[in-house]
């Protein structure tokens, strides 16, 4: 493993996602109940920063990222719909890579993949072995980049993991992951992508948890190149205001796509929603159509906007609905509920309501 340049893509990776401005790593610490080190312990040279940003993802408080862990897959609305309508691509490539003990085996598959002017998902599995009592976790990354050098943020709250494990004269592991990039960056009339996958596969142990719960090994990792149809969407000017006590909120336009609608809007403050967890917001989103309801509080979260990373400070951003909604044209309305963060539990009343025509 070229450990120098995986740890280069992990260090920025870790910072576009955590400014330098959010003690991050002591609040990890905290909830693990361990003192922060004075230097990282490295088990596979991880920056810390990495770390904590990929120990805080799993084990964030009561929302839980890390219950995924011990779940099924459960694919949101959208992509529901687009997997039930096969406008998704199967790919089906499969990677053997090296191992080091504990590990005795890894196989790495990109099932598949689907692209609209709102997202780019794709789904994969880990299987492998290890030995017997080993007590092995494992845990997946990934990044995304286009033929033009264009790297694809993930969508925040979009991504799941899944592992479940078998004990025998050796452990046995399949691991899922579906994980949703941002695509707003894509040039309109984007037909088709040519798109690089790298899968990093990264494990604990029993024996490393006892020791430092924030430490992981690095198994390796798959790079998968593959294309992907784009379906463009479409746009719908709004330009429509509204307020609830201090909070402005004017949605600038709706992009409808088959997996996704993205609602860029501005806030008058950002103020309220610049918090630690400020990845963790969500607003129940109903929507009517001609009268009729087609959506009842589907959590629909923030993301940044023109495929940039969600800013906690910025103003205007964008609300990521997972629901298809590409069939209900006719009179909108669209109501955000009020806000609430699935990690901190602050609230924000809303609630907000739009109306506007969709053709």
């Not at 997997?83 to 598949?112: C, F, K, M």
């Not at 997972?322 to 309305?333: F, N, R």
Request: glycine share 6%; aromatic share 8%; proline share 6%.
């Amino acid at each position: 493993m070229d450990e120098k340049r995986l740890k280069h893509f992990l260090t920025q990776r870790a910072e576009q996602e955590i400014p330098d401005t959010m003690d991050i790593r002591s609040k990890v610490h905290d909830r693990l109940g361990t003192p922060a080190p004075t230097r990282a312990p490295f088990f596979s040279r991880l920056s810390l920063k990495w770390a904590a940003a990929l120990v805080a993802v799993l084990i964030a408080s009561t929302g839980a990222a890390y219950a995924l862990m011990q779940t099924l897959l459960q694919p949101d609305p959208g992509l529901r719909t687009v997997q039930a309508e096969n406008q998704i691509v199967q790919l089906g490539q499969t990677q053997s890579l090296p191992v080091e003990d504990p590990l005795t085996r890894l196989d790495i598959t990109l099932d598949y993949a689907y692209a609209d002017a709102n997202r780019i998902a794709v789904g994969y599995h880990v299987t492998g072995a290890a030995v017997a009592g080993t007590g092995v976790e494992v845990y997946s990354n990934q990044q995304l980049v286009d033929a033009q050098a264009r790297a694809y943020p993930w969508l925040p709250t979009s991504g799941q993991q899944t592992t479940q494990k078998q004990d025998g004269e050796e452990e046995t592991f399949t691991h899922e992951g579906l994980t949703s990039f941002d695509a707003a960056a894509l040039p309109a009339g984007t037909g088709t992508l040519d798109l690089a996958l790298t899968l990093q596969v990264a494990y604990t142990t029993a024996a490393t948890r006892a020791d430092n719960p924030a430490v992981m090994g690095f198994a390796g990792d798959a790079n998968f190149s593959f294309q992907v149809p784009v379906n463009p969407g479409r746009v719908v000017d709004v330009r429509q205001s509204a307020a609830v006590a201090d909070l402005a909120i004017e949605i600038q336009k709706v992009v409808i796509t088959p997996s996704m609608t993205r609602v860029e809007l501005c806030l008058s403050s950002a103020a309220p929603f610049a918090v630690d967890a400020w990845t963790a917001w969500e607003s129940p989103v109903t929507l009517d159509v001609n009268g009729e309801r087609v959506l009842a509080g589907l959590p629909s979260g923030f993301t940044g906007l023109n495929g940039a990373p969600l800013d906690p400070n910025a103003t205007c951003r964008a609300l990521a609905i997972p629901d298809a909604l590409t069939q209900h044209a006719g009179d909108w309305t669209l109501t955000l509920d009020g806000f609430t963060n699935r990690e901190s539990g602050q609230s924000i009343s809303g609630p907000w309501t739009f109306t506007f025509p969709v053709n």
